[in-house]
C-alpha cells in the first residue's frame, strides 16, 4: 500500500486533477523527537527523504491546490506533525473549518514549535510559518481568524503528518 502511494505520488508531480491526489504517507526515515542532529544537511538529502511533494512544500515554500490536501476535511481528534522533522506544531483542538481548503489552526501547538516570516511573494506582503526545528515551509497566517485568537494559521496538508489521538 506504502509503495503504491509513492508510486502514484511520483506520478503525480505534474498532474493538477485534484481527485487523484493521493492521501501523504509519512517521510521515509522518522527521526526521534528533539534530536536536531539527524537531520538532513543537504538539498538531495532532504529530496531523499521526503516525497515529492512533501519536498515542494517544505523546501520549495511550495502551495498545495486548495481542496485537494489530506486534512483540510479532517475532523479527527489528534496532532499534526511536521512531515519534516516529526515535531509537533498543530492540534486538533486548535483546528477550525475555514472554508479556504486548507487545514486552519487558531494557534499552534506551542509557542516553540513555529517560526515567522515577512513574505513579499507574489505581490502580496504575507506571514509565512516555518517549522522551527526543521525550517520547512508550512504555509502562512492570517489576522481573519475566530476569536480569541483572532487567527488563521492556514496549513498545507503536505507539510504535516497526522497521528489520531488513540482512545
Ligand atoms: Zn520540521
Known amino acids: 500500500m506504502v509503495f503504491a502511494t509513492l508510486v ?3 506520478g503525480l508531480t505534474s498532474c493538477s486533477n485534484p481527485d487523484t491526489v493521493p492521501v501523504k504517507t509519512a517521510a521515509k526515515d522518522s527521526i526521534a523527537m528533539n534530536d536536531s542532529s539527524g537531520l538532513p544537511a543537504s538539498d538531495a538529502e ?27 476535511d479532517n475532523h479527527q481528534k489528534g496532532i499534526y506533525k511536521c512531515a519534516g522533522c516529526n ?25 516553540t514549535a513555529v517560526n515567522y516570516h515577512e513574505d513579499h511573494s507574489h505581490g502580496m506582503t504575507r506571514t509565512e510559518v516555518t517549522c522551527r ?8 497566517v492570517f489576522d481573519d481568524g475566530p476569536p480569541p485568537t483572532n487567527l488563521r494559521y492556514c496549513i ?8 489520531k489521538e488513540e482512545k
Not at 46 to 72: M, V
Not at 91 to 107: I, M, R, T, V, Y
Not at 133 to 140: A, I, S, T, V, Y
Open 87 to 111: 515535531s509537533v506544531l498543530f492540534a486538533s483542538d486548535q483546528k477550525f473549518d475555514s472554508g479556504c481548503g486548507w487545514p486552519s489552526f487558531s494557534l499552534p501547538w506551542d509557542s
Open 46 to 72: 532532504w529530496k531523499e527523504k521526503l516525497t515529492s511533494e512533501q519536498y515542494y512544500i517544505l523546501r520549495q515554500k511550495g502551495t498545495e491546490r486548495a481542496f485537494t490536501g489530506a486534512y483540510w
Open 156 to 163: 498545507n496538508s503536505g507539510a504535516m503528518i497526522f497521528v
Open 8 to 10: 502514484l505520488i511520483a
Open 133 to 140: 526545528k526543521c525550517g520547512g515551509h508550512l504555509g502562512h
